[in-house]
């Protein structure tokens, strides 16, 4: 049952079609199942999600609505960036609440899933036009592999990446660039003691840009440098595990020089399950120029014996870190493949 899941909602809280009791004069006649268009209901844009609740903005009045999902759209679930179509009370008088009656198409949709055997998805934000990959270049160290994997999403939800280092007051993060000395990603580098915002608010303008990466890498600390009214919380980060405090702990967008911010909690893994094979391939650019000419029936891996990217690597041709990114698309594939076999 449900409500067993929703011990926080209060007798306000519940949609009023839950408890209308519709007059139904001609007696055992089923109900029709049409549902109200909602064509002139007011549209905006969800800025946060908590606990079930929906903040939303108008389009037509600088206003912030609650709202919750009406009945029909709780399995479909709204993201923060979805444009939402409202209906109900949208007065904010107390005790009221607007529904979500519809959800307008999506530009793009960033997912996830739990692991990468795992093609059940989780929705982290819908209509961005880029996703920024913050990683610290200490404190927490960096992880490629996770980059590998964020670039991967990025692709297969066509958004455009930006790799964002941080912290490099603790550290000289030349050599872990030549990493993705391959790439054709803006990457912009940040210190929080002394930011500079020139080239990043560049990158951000007009756009609706998805900040990833894991706790502690200073997501929100830098969206407090961009937008200082966004008050996002900042945590430390642990100095035995080096792990983040997981701080934020929901998805939320913040108005930026003409486009949205959207700060969103660290997490531990990002899994791949939804992902096309073919889109992990071309989410690895400076790989992709070898595979193409590999034969048509070469699978890439390590066991296939005709592989461009083994000659490659002997060759020299994919740069110093060639072997490293060889051997993460590698992984990921027999990660993925592990779906498959399920
Ligand atoms: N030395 C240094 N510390 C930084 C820098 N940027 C952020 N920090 C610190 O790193 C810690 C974590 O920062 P947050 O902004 O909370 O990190 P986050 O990525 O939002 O973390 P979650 O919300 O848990 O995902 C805080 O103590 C920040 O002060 C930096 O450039 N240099
Ligand atoms: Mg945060
Ligand atoms: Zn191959």
């Given at each position: 049952?449900s409500?067993l899941?929703?011990p926080e909602?209060?007798?306000?809280?519940?949609?009023?079609t839950d408890?209308r009791?519709?007059?139904?004069?001609?007696?055992n006649?089923p109900?029709t199942?049409?549902?109200?268009?909602?064509?002139?209901?007011?549209?905006g844009?969800v800025?946060?999600?908590?606990?079930?609740?929906y903040?939303?903005l108008?389009?037509?009045?600088p206003?912030?609505?609650?709202?919750?999902?009406?009945?029909?759209?709780?399995k479909?679930?709204?993201?923060?960036?979805?444009?939402v179509?409202?209906?109900?009370?949208?007065?904010?008088?107390?005790?009221?609440?607007?529904?979500?009656?519809?959800?307008?198409?999506?530009s793009?949709?960033?997912?996830?899933s739990?692991?990468?055997?795992?093609?059940?998805?989780?929705?982290i934000?819908?209509?961005?036009t880029?996703?920024?990959v913050?990683?610290?270049?200490a404190?927490?160290?960096?992880?490629t592999?996770?980059?590998?994997?964020?670039?991967?999403?990025?692709f297969?939800a066509g958004?455009?990446?930006?790799?964002?280092?941080?912290?490099?007051?603790?550290?000289?993060?030349t050599?872990?660039?030549?990493?993705?000395?391959?790439?054709?990603?803006?990457?912009?580098l940040n210190?929080s003691?002394d930011?500079?915002?020139?080239k990043?608010?560049?990158l951000?303008?007009?756009?609706?840009?998805?900040?990833?990466?894991h706790?502690?890498v200073?997501?929100?600390?830098l969206?407090?440098?961009l937008?200082?009214s966004?008050a996002?919380?900042?945590g430390?980060?642990?100095?035995?595990?080096?792990r983040?405090?997981?701080?934020?702990?929901?998805?939320?967008?913040?108005?930026f020089?003409?486009?949205?911010?959207?700060?969103t909690p660290?997490?531990?893994s990002?899994?791949?399950g939804h992902?096309?094979?073919?889109?992990l391939?071309?989410s690895?650019e400076?790989l992709?120029?070898?595979?193409?000419?590999c034969?048509?029936d070469c699978?890439?891996?390590a066991?296939?014996p005709d592989c461009?990217?083994?000659d490659a690597?002997?060759?020299?041709?994919?740069?110093?870190?060639?072997?490293?990114?060889?051997?993460?698309?590698r992984?990921l594939?027999?990660?993925?493949?592990s779906?498959?076999e399920?």
């Amino acid at each position: 049952m449900s409500w067993l899941y929703e011990p926080e909602l209060g007798p306000h809280d519940l949609d009023e079609t839950d408890v209308r009791i519709r007059p139904n004069p001609k007696g055992n006649k089923p109900r029709t199942k049409k549902r109200p268009d909602h064509k002139s209901a007011p549209l905006g844009m969800v800025l946060g999600v908590d606990l079930g609740r929906y903040r939303v903005l108008l389009d037509d009045e600088p206003r912030m609505v609650n709202a919750t999902l009406a009945k029909e759209m709780r399995k479909a679930g709204a993201a923060v960036g979805d444009r939402v179509a409202l209906a109900g009370d949208t007065s904010e008088t107390e005790g009221t609440l607007a529904r979500i009656v519809r959800i307008e198409p999506r530009s793009s949709l960033l997912r996830r899933s739990a692991d990468d055997s795992d093609q059940v998805e989780r929705v982290i934000v819908a209509n961005a036009t880029q996703m920024m990959v913050v990683l610290s270049i200490a404190n927490p160290e960096p992880r490629t592999r996770l980059v590998d994997r964020y670039l991967a999403a990025a692709f297969d939800a066509g958004l455009k990446p930006i790799l964002c280092i941080t912290k490099t007051d603790l550290a000289d993060p030349t050599d872990f660039l030549a990493n993705f000395a391959g790439l054709s990603i803006p990457v912009v580098l940040n210190r929080s003691d002394d930011p500079s915002l020139v080239k990043l608010t560049e990158l951000l303008r007009g756009q609706t840009t998805v900040i990833v990466g894991h706790s502690g890498v200073g997501k929100s600390t830098l969206v407090n440098a961009l937008v200082p009214s966004a008050a996002r919380a900042t945590g430390h980060v642990n100095a035995v595990t080096g792990r983040g405090r997981q701080t934020s702990t929901s998805v939320r967008a913040i108005a930026f020089d003409g486009g949205w911010i959207i700060d969103t909690p660290g997490i531990r893994s990002f899994g791949l399950g939804h992902i096309k094979p073919e889109n992990l391939l071309r989410s690895f650019e400076d790989l992709y120029r070898v595979i193409e000419k590999c034969p048509r029936d070469c699978s890439h891996a390590a066991d296939s014996p005709d592989c461009g990217l083994d000659d490659a690597i002997a060759a020299g041709t994919l740069g110093e870190s060639g072997a490293a990114r060889v051997d993460s698309l590698r992984r990921l594939m027999t990660s993925l493949d592990s779906k498959h076999e399920n």
